[in-house]
Nanobody, 125 residues
Framework: QVQLVESGGGLVQAGGSLRLSCTAS????????MAWFRQAPGKEREFVAS????????RYADSLKGRFTISRDNAKKTVYLQMNSLKPEDTAVYCC??????????????????WGQGTQVTVSS
């Protein structure tokens, strides 16, 4: 089992940057593909990005490619989401999630086994 805790959210002005972190407990972090999802008020949960166990294979929502970067440090049991050129429409609760096997290739939340509680990101105009 994996427990995930996100951090790094906050209030930022449009055009600014934030880096989110998601730290895992347990010994087997490196065996899980990881992803970030987000959910804005009144909207469905949305896939943001995912990466493979080694971090060598990354996937992004088409609308976010070029502004967001996902990465991981298996020694620190942490996955990151670097968010640049933030827009008010990026305002949401951002959650990290872990999947087994090839689950990181999937963009629907059902493919992920473990979830963090989320961290709020608010982008002001």
């Amino acid at each position: 089992q994996v427990q995930l805790v996100e951090s790094g959210g906050g209030l930022v002005q449009a055009g600014g940057s934030l880096r989110l972190s998601c730290t895992a407990s347990g010994r087997t972090f490196s065996s899980y593909g990881m992803a970030w999802f987000r959910q804005a008020p009144g909207k469905e949960r949305e896939f943001v990005a995912s990466l493979s166990q080694s971090g060598g294979d990354t996937r992004y929502a088409d609308s976010l490619k070029g502004r967001f970067t996902i990465s991981r440090d298996n020694a620190k049991k942490t996955v990151y989401l670097q968010m640049n050129s933030l827009k008010p429409e990026d305002t949401a609760v951002y959650c990290c999630a872990a999947s087994g096997g090839w689950g990181f290739l999937q963009r629907f939340s059902g493919a992920y086994l473990y979830w963090g509680q989320g961290t709020q990101v608010t982008v002001s105009s």
